[in-house]
């Protein structure tokens, strides 16, 4: 029997069970709302890929909102960002929406609840409310001033909303109940005085509504008919209903919150705010540096589309909380690229090889495989000379047993080439091996048919002919943190946390292919791991990121479990 279900996610659950309890599906419509004070990282992508995945799943529109309640951290250059990354993985909305778009309506819903008496404004100090609130086990206390005239509130709030107030000096709160078991629900900050420009209103506004009471509306202005969240938001959603009551009308959708497990990742911290400080305080280049979990800076690092999607995929939408080991985004590029990134040789750690009985000026353009995984993929011509680059790791005078590369006495392959023999080392005045030299077997060349061409060697090495190499910057990353949850240790910064040498900067030397490549092109150096071009390259000067090695962590610590 064919396999054709995947099993439901208990998100899918809840839809198909709102499905088959009459919602019609063309009714079904989700979101993606980032706040644009920040890139997106690797946690979004998962919140993208499940509203997205619904979309195409259930064949309904995903709008793209902004949820921009808050100017004095909202950039026009995060909105553009966020745009790009969500393109950049593939998925397509239906409209590109904002928070903003609806402050006059937001703002026209809190007078009718001031009229009927559901709503206040107070002119405690923040301090003063917050003590107010109580404890998780204690009730709180009503404000002094909950029980303003409904025409004191309309005076006041008109006078927030003018700008005749401070910053800080007034808020309007929801009037719910100061004892309710929900701290949530205890008489809610709906708007704050803010004095600072919004990238789209400008200074129009003085009042800023609070996350809850923006973000359940707009849901339901966009008639938004599952609003899936994280899981910190649970809490808010008896919150976020009741303000939904204010507003329901009859024959409309209404939205239903439903919350999922954030994703985290090993090794990394997710949380926008410590992203922009690793930016601002220049731990990194940017947002987009390829040691960032950001989604650009997985793009730089060569991270495909394809990657990033089967990683949400594997990884999946858990109900409680949990981390994610960083081994499995790593196994997910490694399998993409395998199938899709083109083979070539470049040396990162360059030793000479010189070849004594192969004459001095004689090249030949040898025929390469591109991809062994993919046979359309075809051949390139790679250039064989006298004096070649191989690994320093490659060649040990003396090896041991095991050792299956090239020493004096030992024979190896070279990759597509000749097999050879090394006979003796010349060494610089520190000591250091400065040249190997060797022989090659004339009739050995790789593919040729000859019998000497079958002979079976222990070590095939890769090579880089000297007088055609192209010399290129490679940067070598490791992990940004050294531990495997830097942002979750007591008494400690996150910032104690980060790894000193995560990024290493050495001059490899690449086989000529290499010069036609574009800026993002990935390819794997063979035996190295997989690399791609980055966007500091100029047609004089490549400079290669390494997205990731061969190694395979991953196949390692699930066969463990
Ligand atoms: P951060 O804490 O990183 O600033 P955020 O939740 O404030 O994240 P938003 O821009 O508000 O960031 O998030 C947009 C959407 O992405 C929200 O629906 C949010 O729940 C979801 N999201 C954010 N971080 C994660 C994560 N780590 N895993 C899954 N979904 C996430
Ligand atoms: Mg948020």
Known sequence: M?????????????????????????????????????????????????????????????????????????????????????????????????????????????????????????????????????????????????????????????????????????????KIDMTSPNMHMRDPIMYRIINASHHRTGTSWKIYPMYDWAHGESDYLEQISHSICTLEFKSHRELYDWYLDQVYAENTIRPKQREFARRNLSYTVMSKRKLLKLVEEKHVAGWDDPRMPTISGLRRR?????????????????????VTDVALLEYCIKDDLNKTAPRIMGVIDPVKLVITNYPADAEEWLDAENNQEDENAGYRKVPFSKELYIEREDFKEEAHKKFFRLSIGIEVRLKNAYIIKATHVVKDTYGLIAEIHCTYDTDSLS????????????????????????????????????????????????????????????????????????????????????????KDSSKDSLIFNRTVTLKDTWAKISAKE
């Not at 980032?34 to 529109?61: D, Q, T, V």
């Open 302 to 322: 060569g991270y495909t589309p394809q990657s990033i999607i089967k990683f949400s995929e594997i990884a999946g939408i858990a109900k409680r909380d949990n």
């Open 2 to 174: 064919e396999e054709n279900t995947k099993s439901l996610n208990f998100l899918e659950q809840i839809i198909e069970d709102d499905l088959a309890s009459g919602l019609p599906q063309s009714k079904l419509r989700f979101r993606f709302p980032p706040e644009p004070n920040g890139y997106l990282h690797i946690g979004h992508a998962a919140s993208i890929c499940l509203n997205f995945g619904l979309g195409l799943k259930y064949n309904a529109p995903v709008n793209l909102r902004f949820d921009d309640t808050n100017p004095a951290a909202e950039e026009q250059e995060y909105v553009d960002a966020i745009k790009n990354d969500i393109q950049w993985l593939g998925f397509k909305w239906d409209k590109e929406l904002y928070s903003s778009d609806y402050f006059q309506q937001l703002y026209d819903w809190a007078i009718v609840m001031i009229q009927e008496g559901k709503a206040y404004v107070d002119n405690q100090s923040s301090e003063d409310i917050a003590k107010q609130k109580g404890t998780p086990t204690q009730a709180g206390t009503n404000s002094p001033f909950r029980d303003r005239s409904i025409a004191e509130n309309m005076d006041l709030f008109l006078k927030m909303k003018n700008g005749d107030f401070p910053e800080g000096s007034y808020v309007l709160r929801a």
């Open 447 to 534: 593919g040729s048919g000859t019998e000497a061409s079958k002979r079976k060697v222990k070590g095939t090495l890769h090579w880089v002919s000297v007088k055609h190499a192209v010399k290129s910057e490679i940067r070598l990353y490791d992990r940004l943190f050294n531990h495997e949850a830097p942002d979750s240790q007591k008494d400690k910064d996150f910032k104690e946390f980060i790894n000193p040498d995560s990024l290493k900067i050495v001059t490899g030397f690449i086989e000529p292919s290499v010069k036609l490549a574009a800026i993002g092109d990935r390819f794997q150096f063979q035996r190295l791991g997989y690399f791609c071009l980055d």
